[in-house]
């Protein structure tokens, strides 16, 4: 049943022609001024919709879903990972989650490879030097960065966005790839290495990037893992904060164990610790791998397909459980 009384919630603020087709389509509770949504907002609104429409802000977790009179029928996240929901408790409900992959794998894909450069060239400490106004002479010594041209990326995780990312690296910058992966990966169409341990990549690459989904009991990426690095290497994350044990990368990133870092995602967001923001050979992005209004609308699209088919009975275009 898809009808206008269906009541749909939306937690944050969406782009407006996404906004304009929800409205069209249900009688949906569009959250204007995108303010986040507290907890017990989120707990009152289980027995008022049959769908909720959140974001990786938005924590979804048991005790929401199960909340006394839960009416919900279906989650529709917007964004590819969905380690906000508490899937196990979603499935004990009975309710439908759904994701948005593959609309921002190129996006994403861009962000790493802009932090790949901007680590590598040292881009914060440059734009900051000049924006202190203390760049007072060219120099051909000073601020060097590192070339990327023949050097190795690791990639731990080659799904579409580690795949994404590879091509960008080889066929961009003239990179050679190298990869871990918990299943075998063959027929990719560009070539890279497939090896059998996260710390084989650690210690082989100059520059590592992690694409795996967040959310696993503990960091996939450890303290030991990161000990493997070479004093010389780059660290980029665009997957999830929790994916690495942050403590002990901000400890090899002040020590000066490796040489930099890109990250756009971090353990506990929006706070990213004040030693990391402290750093000038790490590039800080606030979480914007999807940020295009391409692929924000696209996103939103998505969730909204998502919903017209589980409402209608039909098979969901991306649906998790
Ligand atoms: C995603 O889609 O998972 C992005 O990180 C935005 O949430």
Known sequence: MKNSQTRVLVTRKLPEPVEARLRASYKVSLNLDDKAMSKSQLLMAM??????????????DSSIL???DCRLRIIANIGVGYNNIDIDTARVKGIAVTNTPDVLTDATADIALLLILASTRRAYAAELKLRENRWNDFSLTEGLGCSVQGKTLGIIGMGRIGQATARRAIFGLGMKVIFYNRSIVANLDFA???FSSIDEVMAEADVV???VPGGGPSP???ASHLAKLKPSAYFINTARGNCVDQAA???VLTTGRIAGAGLDVYANEPQ????????????????IGS???????????????NLDAFFLGKTLPSRVI
């Open 47 to 60: 027995s008022e919709y049959d769908a909720l429409v959140p974001t990786v802000s938005d924590q979804i």
């Open 66 to 68: 199960q909340a006394p």
């Open 192 to 194: 890279a290495e497939q």
């Open 209 to 211: 990037s992690i694409h």
């Open 220 to 222: 996939l990426i450890n």
């Open 249 to 251: 990368l901000i400890e």
């Open 272 to 287: 990213v610790p004040e030693k990391l923001r402290l750093l000038d050979n790490v590039s800080l992005f606030p979480h």
């Open 291 to 305: 940020a295009t209004m391409e692929v924000r609308t696209a996103m939103g699209m998505l969730a909204i397909d």
